[in-house]
């Protein structure tokens, strides 16, 4: 299973963090007591999880603990599994609406510096070994050197790519790019987008503008509307998810540099209370360290 | 910034407000509630729990004096341990005596080193010095593109070459030397910090150019595994200092308060915005207090004295001491409050501003504003009562708006108007006290 193993090695040194310290936890305790659960919750805490996620997952461990009058501390691994499964599932399906349009238009968004545009070379590359012919639409015209940064990456990947002069309207670039994939029978556009912080009314504006324009140069556009989140980001990610969705519906997450420290616990309240799935994990720097994410074998990685 | 920690701190501090005095057990159930706050914040989980009991221990021996309040209490002990977290002064970057001095920025991809770069150049330049931004990112697609425009735009030289990066710093250092550049600002590329061979070569740059200066550039919205970058980065490289960037958004900023405990190392700088001007020097008092939602009047008058112009503020005194408040005053404001940078960090400085939660500033609002004034005749300008309903129509449509929107600006004006006819009748003396009554520090 490639995503398997491919996600383990990636998360080697996530996983390593995660579970030395649960290990090391319940190697001392015997007993699942109040000094064991509130080691977890240190741990939970330490990776993201935040405070609403840990009170869940700690108050279905230990209603669990009771009913089935768990008492051996080696059985809170699988517990803790079962329960982070539980809210990892929660948002019911993770797959969005597919489509029977031809050209598939996907649209990237999120904050500055959290890695949309290689998130974008990489998900080229994923479409092209699927033998799609693609184009990337050069929306960022706003930061400095964000067009030939992507231009690297189309080549990289073997895909076209659509452009204007930096600080042309966004929108505009958009639009030509979708006009320019009907004519030359291309199968998926990715629309590359600036940076932006959640709170910035005006940039905000301007993204649905983008969105409502490509609706315009072809209905039903952009099929897809993908937020890309950093993984070492803590509880702001959940006002990212908020904020970005509020302003144009997001279908999906790409969650990148998951292959750092940062145990990246913050999809899981995204999930659970968010309700909006994870479909791509980044992995690495190179244009195949891309995965579609699977909730459950996330969690295997995660334990293994 | 921290408008989120300071909305929820308040609504702690509010709730002990009915009480006597200060018992074991309000005190308890106010920490509890400060202590899912900073974790909301994203401040590290150990970095908490001593943050917590520290204050719990100081704060049982506390007598309550006659006129505190217990709240208030609080906010005072909770305020000197953030002062005291965040690492007390802020002490400026060190410059090297004869040779050019060197700042190497380092840190995670997608931080925000080369916008910092930029601002960093733009920020001493100000000052007199004569910087030299490097490009020692040969990884990045299009890194090295993105310091060339940036540079370009701030009109700072950008030293670049097709080299190895510990060769490009050096040879940017004698270029430095050769050609009078006194500031030379490494751009290194992003790393993860547990990249051994990306670590390394960072630290054979340290050694080789010994610059005055290697700061960490964290993202101000990084989560628990900050405190673990810093030490990362400390032990493998050293650092000297730490710069915390996007603190512009709703970030609760937590990470601000976990890496100077953990890794002691001091945070310089913030960066508040996208614009080359949006760095600020960090100042652990004053963020505290804007933490507490106390607001930062010490930051605010030193924007105001360095954006605003003598003879306009003069010429506002004059408005404010006797002549009447026209609506041409009122756009002359907006012009020197745009002046003053990101429109949300000049309100984060004003006392009580934290407590509107939720409060977005849109900056095209402005715009708007400025259109529709713009669009006015000068006779209208000065009085406005004239403007009849015809009159609404024209500036509505000269300025593209509608015309509940120049209503709104005339409300915004007469609400103004009468602001200013209070202010004249205050005193100054009054005005003072009100301020210095939002400093529980003293």
Not at chain 2, 49 to 56: L, T
Not at chain 2, 246 to 264: E, F, P
Not at chain 2, 278 to 297: C, H, K, N, Q, T
Request: with cysteine.
């Amino acid at each position: 299973m490639a995503f398997f193993s491919r996600l383990k090695s990636g998360l080697a040194k996530t996983k390593a963090n995660f579970l030395d310290k649960i290990a090391s936890t319940v190697g001392i305790h015997k007993k699942i007591d109040e000094e064991l659960l509130s080691q977890l919750e240190k741990t939970l805490l330490e990776a993201d999880l935040g405070v609403t996620a840990t009170e869940k997952i700690l108050n279905g461990l230990k209603e669990r603990v009771k009913k089935e009058k768990i008492e051996a501390s080696d059985k809170i691994i699988g517990l803790l599994k079962e329960e982070i499964g539980k809210l990892l599932d929660s948002s019911g399906t993770t797959s969005t609406t597919v489509g029977t349009a031809k050209l598939r238009v996907i649209m990237i968004v999120g904050v500055n510096g959290n890695g949309k545009t290689t998130s974008i070379g990489k998900l080229a590359n994923y479409y092209k070994e699927q033998g799609r012919k693609v184009l990337l639409a050069a929306c960022d015209t706003f930061r400095a050197a964000a067009i030939e940064q992507l231009e690297i990456w189309a080549k990289r990947a073997g895909a076209e790519i659509v452009k204007n002069q930096p600080k042309a309207d966004p929108a505009a670039v958009a639009f030509d790019a979708i006009k320019s994939a009907v004519s030359q029978n291309i199968d998926v556009v990715i629309v590359d987008t600036a940076g932006r912080l959640q709170t910035k009314v005006n940039l905000m504006e301007e993204l649905k503008k983008i969105k409502k324009v490509m609706g315009k140069a072809l209905p039903g556009a952009p099929h897809e509307i993908l937020l890309v989140i950093d993984s070492t980001t803590g509880q702001n990610a959940l006002s990212q998810v908020e904020r970005f969705s509020q302003a144009v519906e997001i279908t999906g997450i790409i969650l990148t540099k998951l292959d750092g420290t940062a145990k990246g616990g913050i999809i899981i309240p995204i999930v659970s209370e968010l309700k909006i799935p994870i479909k791509y994990v980044g992995i690495g720097e190179k244009i195949e360290d891309l995965e579609v994410f699977e909730p459950r074998e996330f969690v295997e990685a995660l334990f293994e | 910034m921290f408008t989120e920690l300071s909305s929820k701190f308040d609504k702690i501090f509010n709730k002990l407000r009915g009480y006597a005095r200060l018992s074991e057990s309000n005190i308890k159930e106010a920490l509890k509630e400060v202590k899912v706050a900073l974790l909301e914040a994203d401040v590290n989980y150990k970095v908490v729990k001593d943050f917590i009991s520290s204050i719990e221990q100081k704060s049982l021996g506390q007598e309550t004096f006659k006129g505190v309040k217990p709240g208030q209490l609080l906010i005072k002990l909770v305020y000197d341990e953030l002062v005291e977290l965040l690492g007390k002064e802020n002490k400026p970057l060190r410059f090297s005596g004869t040779e050019p001095t060197v700042f190497m920025l380092t840190g995670l991809q997608g931080s925000g080193k080369t916008t910092t770069c930029g601002k960093i150049a733009k920020f001493y330049e100000k000052k007199g010095k004569r910087p030299l931004l490097v490009a020692a990112d040969i990884y990045r697609p299009a890194a090295i593109e993105q310091l060339k425009i940036l540079g370009k735009n701030l009109k700072i030289p950008t030293f670049s070459q097709d080299a190895k990066p510990l060769k490009i710093c050096r040879e940017a250092f004698e270029h430095a030397k050769q050609n009078g550049f006194d500031l030379v600002i490494i751009d290194t590329a992003g790393r993860l910090h547990i990249d051994e061979a990306l670590m390394k070569e960072l630290a054979e740059i340290k050694s080789e150019l010994k610059p005055q200066e290697v700061l960490l550039v964290v993202d101000g919205m990084t989560g628990q595994d900050a405190v673990n970058i810093a030490a990362s980065f400390e032990q493998k490289v050293g650092i000297d200092g730490v710069i915390l960037t996007k603190m512009d958004g709703d970030t609760r900023g937590g990470a601000a308060l976990s890496i100077r405990a953990v890794s002691g190392k001091p945070i310089k700088f913030i960066g508040v915005g996208e614009k080359t001007d949006a760095l600020e020097l960090f100042y652990p008092e004053r963020i505290a207090s804007r933490i507490l939602g106390m607001g930062d009047v010490v930051s605010l008058v030193e924007k105001a004295q360095e954006s605003i112009k003598i003879e306009e503020a003069e010429k506002l005194e004059k408005k404010l001491k006797g002549e009447r408040f026209t609506l041409e005053d009122f756009y002359d404001q907006l012009q020197q409050i745009k002046r003053m940078g990101p429109l949300e960090s000049v309100l984060g400085m004003v006392p009580g501003m934290g407590k509107f939660k939720g409060m977005e500033m849109d900056e095209k609002a402005l715009t708007k504003v400025e259109a529709i004034i713009c669009s006015m005749t000068k006779k209208e300008k000065v009085s406005p009562n004239i403007i009849d309903g015809s009159r609404r129509k024209r500036i509505a449509s000269g300025s593209g708006t509608s015309i509940q929107d120049v209503n709104k600006v005339l409300k915004q004006f007469a609400m103004m108007e009468k602001m200013v006819k209070n202010f004249q009748k205050m005193d100054l003396k009054k005005i003072s006290k009100m301020f210095s009554l939002v400093n529980y520090s003293q």
